[in-house]
Nanobody, 120 residues
Framework: QLQLVEPGGGLVRPVGSLRLSCAAS????????MGWYRQAPGKQRELVAV???????NYADSVKGRFTITRNNTENTVELQMNSLKPEDAAVYYCNADIDRKDGTQEWYWGQGTQVTVSS
């Protein structure tokens, strides 16, 4: 069973920092792009950051300069370092990954989501 697991999340004060992590496990042959999305109440899910297998990154304008996405291709993990958090960053954060399975199929997988609350 292939899955993405996201421990972490939590409550943080404005201008504080939080680090999210996500680990992929199961019958994995190769992982292509990995990313983080978020969804706030009443809003659509939006891309936060994405990183290719080669390490190229792309960020939503709203988080540029504050968030950093990294990955470990050996451990099949992706992390999101979030600094200078704002109340509008509060959302459920989801990791996702484009994965080649060992059976030859390729599919996007999603984590279960983790709540990030930014409040004083």
């Amino acid at each position: 069973q292939l899955q993405l697991v996201e421990p972490g999340g939590g409550l943080v004060r404005p201008v504080g920092s939080l680090r999210l992590s996500c680990a992929a496990s199961g019958s994995i042959f190769r992982i292509y792009d990995m990313g983080w999305y978020r969804q706030a109440p009443g809003k659509q899910r939006e891309l936060v950051a994405v990183i290719t297998s080669g390490g190229s990154t792309n960020y939503a304008d709203s988080v540029k300069g504050r968030f950093t996405i990294t990955r470990n291709n050996t451990e099949n993990t992706v992390e999101l370092q979030m600094n200078s958090l704002k109340p509008e960053d509060a959302a459920v954060y989801y990791c996702n990954a484009d994965i080649d399975r060992k059976d030859g199929t390729q599919e996007w997988y999603w984590g279960q989501g983790t709540q990030v609350t930014v409040s004083s």
